[in-house]
């Protein structure tokens, strides 16, 4: 029996993020702990144990998507739901590129050379195991210029909508990509006039 390369690349995926989740529970067993999974951490327990309005609470916590993303793992465990999140979520981002990548060109060896980055490089290992939202950030952001991509490519406003959406999320993971909309204003209207 044959296994599909999209199978193979979710086994990685699933390998890499334990792989993460072993190194940040080590740094977390260390003591490292960073300043916004603390954050999310807190905004949590008020959620579920605090005393007050709980609703203001999953309404109003900004980022939004971060808060969330981090929501979900607080079922295991609050302290280290944040770190959860972001080494999940950065596997998550390794299975994103490396399924457009295996779609555009057919050498392993490419491959091989983004698993090694994802395994070796300082700062993906900082992004996987600091409880820090970036991998949501990086996610969108790599999508929102997919999307732009396969529109110069094929022609279609499908791809401007769904670079809209992913532009629209990433202003919610960080606000500072609000200046992202400087650039995609005028694309929507060079659009709108052909």
């Known amino acids: 029996m044959k296994v599909s390369r999209s199978l193979y690349l979710l086994l990685i995926t699933l390998v890499l993020a334990i792989y993460y989740i072993v190194c940040a529970l080590y740094l977390h067993h260390l003591g ?3 300043s916004e999974a603390l954050f999310y951490v807190e ?3 008020i959620v579920f144990q605090g005393v007050g309005d709980r609703l203001k609470v999953m309404g109003l916590t900004a980022p939004i998507f971060p808060f969330y993303a981090t929501f979900i793992f607080t079922a295991i465990d ?3 739901a944040p770190i959860l999140a972001s ?3 950065t596997a998550i981002l390794f299975n994103i590129l490396a399924n457009t990548l295996i779609k555009r060109i057919n050498d392993d060896f490419y491959l091989l050379l983004l698993l090694v980055l994802f395994l070796l490089h300082p700062g993906i290992l900082y992004i996987a195991c600091s409880g820090k939202s970036m ?3 990086l996610i969108f952001f790599f999508l929102f210029f997919l999307n732009i991509f396969k529109f110069y490519t094929s022609n279609t406003t499908f791809h401007v909508s769904i670079a809209s959406i992913c532009l629209v999320v990433l202003v919610f993971c960080e606000y500072k990509f609000i200046w992202l909309t400087l ?3 005028p694309l ?3 659009i709108s006039i052909h």
Do not use: H
């Open 32 to 34: 490292y702990n960073n």
């Open 43 to 45: 905004k949590a327990k």
């Open 78 to 80: 609050y302290s280290i």
């Open 87 to 89: 080494a999940v979520g």
């Open 135 to 137: 991998y949501l950030q």
């Open 183 to 185: 650039f995609f204003l």
């Open 188 to 190: 929507v209207l060079s």
